[in-house]
């Protein structure tokens, strides 16, 4: 029992190997990528189309700019605008009692005329928030807030963080200026006087010394959260969350009301619009430069819109009202650990899905396990976006890199191996059945099934005689000389190798692949096999092994295809009688010869060229077939073997013989006695006083003086000479011995030039 076990989870491992590799070293290489900060600019961009594709929020009524634009400028006359224009709408925001007003313009230095009448407002108006810029750097210096506000304690900080891509995502809560004071952020500020209006409440400390403000409590961010690696995260930040772009981009659909300063100057805003509400005070001019680049600043297609810094510390005041009063959610990151695993899981997922997907079964299930493939894809994308949406940055660029990098490398593995069971299994099966076998691992199961196939089968003539003399090493040169040609050509035609018999070889056209023109496609392929065999000789020439030739039948019929054999140890094979007919037709062909059924020759569709037509009664088969002599095929083909009529010589004296008639592979002892009357080179005419039946192979031992004793000659009867007295010969295995002879012979009887 434990044997078995080990043994089911040896199987499992081994199957499921690469998945264990490739999972988690993708996974590695992207967390890797991402630790770097490579990943970090695409986890922005990320989280910038999320901002964008989130569905709209209400506009924060709470809230209120008076913006300066261009036309405010020339109505004041210049910049800055004088400490009068200033005062003077202060006074008026003053007099419609908002809860608190944020100035979002430098006012380190008087700007006459009215100095004192700003001081003078500055005194009297305790709940107006000054700003000046903390954190300085020698292309932006700090900036000191207005004297009298400092004095009084009512100053915040202007200070934005800008990432490396130009972009404000994160905002002060407060920071430390350079006397290690506290400062607030200016949003931050604002926030906490109106609530303190309203609740009686300020902020406090967590347990965890996080800042808590009502109902919200504000962990701060940390330099690895979210897509951010090694960021700066001093002072006390947070991730800004944003309610939509610049009021200039959003025209009616404004986050927040924003009015002129020529509006409120010349009392053109309603009476009330400024009661119980927050009031920023700030440039929206573009001449002035003070805007900033945000998530919503650009679209896939469209030119970057930047948003005015007053309007990101509103960004910043809304959302620290809407965390502290109703609960809307933080942008808030996972544990690194947990992001770590998160990474694993798509890798894992992708390995996993592309691995059972490289292995299916059929067309139908490959889209089918593909698009599960996708459809992860599009998981992993919205439930990211998902999560955003309830405020959770959970990084999506490395688990997607994770996941394609796992697939890529599962889709190279496959096909590698893929490649290699080709390279391999083609060696012993056709690259037709491989490539099913691929497509459909279900092929590999025992079983057949029932098909009409084309049969070719192809053997050398008198290999065992033309083998015998040679060495093991010299035979089997020529058989891989003679099979690698023959192969070539099968698959040039698209057939399938059933097996090799030696020097014989098994071809079905029609499956695993089956055609329309599986007859066409065997009469054409035998036809260039038989062309091939001069440069198949050639090369044996050159090497100094026997000639040989080689006969090919065919025939079609219904046979059963299929993986035959035992659990251990099984063929890719066609069994059935029509089978057996094919090779008893090959026994009637002598070299070069393509012999066909009827039935096949029936089932071809292009014009062939018939040299002969023949009636046989094949061994253990009930009625008699008509076969034929193929010389040709036409159409696309167009393959043609020469014709090549023996020229039979009268020899001056008839040459003695014994002759065997041989029975299958079987020589019988009966030896009859004969006379050679003509002689070419591959033939002869025999007289014989035994009847022989045609298509008989016999053997022959020539009693002419420079015969050596002992070496046999093979040939098929072809049939009765027009004489009626002897037998036509083919020649189908001649020692090299009695070659020399029959040479010298033939050279004789040529006539002279």
Known sequence: MLNSKFSW?????????????????????????????F?????????????????????????????????????AGQWPIPDKVLAELLAKLKQQNPRAIGLDLYRDLPVPPGHDALVAVYNSTPNLIGIEKVVGDPKNPDVAPPPELKKLGQIAANDFLIDADGKVRRSFLYLTDSEGQFVFGLGFRLAWIY??????????????????????????????????????????????????ASCRVMGNRCPYQIVSMRDVLEDKIPADLIRDRIVLVGSTAESLRDHFFTPYSSGLVTIPQPTSGVEIHAHLTSQILSAALQGRPLIKSWDENLELLWIFFWSSAAAILSWRCGYSGNKMETIARVSLIVLAVVSLVSSTFVAFIYGWWIPVVPPLLAFGLSSIAIAIY??????????????????????????????????????????????????????KPLPPEKVVTLLN??????????????????????????VIFGAPNSGEDDADRAVACALAMQLAMEEVNANLTRLGLPFIEMGIGIHTGEVVVGNIGSQNHANYTAIGNEVNLASRIESYTVGGQVLISDVTRNEVKTGLRINDKISVQPKGFDQAIAIHDIGGIAGRYCIFLPRKE??????????????TILDGKHVSNTKYKGTLVKFSFKGAQMRGDHLIEQFSNIKINLLAPDAREGEDLYAKVMGKSQEGNG???????????????????????????
């Not at 901002?51 to 400028?73: M, N, S, W, Y």
């Not at 690698?484 to 014989?504: E, R, V, W």
């Not at 029959?742 to 004789?748: I, V």
């Open 195 to 244: 609530i303190e209006q309203i609740q009686g409440i300020g902020p406090e400390l967590t347990e965890e010394q996080f800042v808590k403000l009502g109902e919200g409590i504000f962990p701060p961010f940390e330099s690895n959260d979210g897509g951010y690696v090694r960021a700066n995260a001093a002072g006390y930040q947070i991730l800004l969350n944003f309610r939509g």
């Open 727 to 753: 037998y036509l010969l083919r020649f189908t295995s001649v020692p090299p011995a009695i070659g020399a002879v029959l040479r010298a012979l033939y050279d004789s009887l040529l006539p002279k030039k």
């Open 414 to 467: 496959i096909a590698r191996t893929a490649g290699d069971i080709r390279k391999a299994f083609g060696r012993y099966v056709n690259n037709e059945v491989v490539a099913s076998l691929l497509e459909n691992p279900q092929g590999l199961k025992l079983g057949g099934e029932c098909r009409r196939v084309t049969i070719l089968l192809s053997d050398l003539r008198g290999f065992t005689a033309i083998a």
């Open 481 to 506: 000389i003679y099979l690698q040609k023959m192969s070539d050509i099968i698959d040039q035609y698209h057939g399938t190798i059933d097996k090799f018999i030696g020097d014989a070889i098994l």
């Open 39 to 75: 990943l970090q600019l695409g986890e922005w961009a990320a989280l910038d189309l999320y901002f964008r594709l989130r569905p709209a929020e209400p506009a924060d009524k709470r809230i209120v700019i008076v913006g300066i634009d261009e036309p405010d400028i020339r109505y």
């Open 9 to 37: 989870e040896s199987r499992f491992l081994w199957k499921w190997r690469w998945v264990s590799i490739a999972a988690p070293t993708m996974a590695s290489i992207a967390i890797a990528l991402r630790l770097a900060g």
């Open 646 to 659: 023996p020229n039979l010589f009268t020899l001056k004296e008839e040459i003695p013989l014994y002759y």
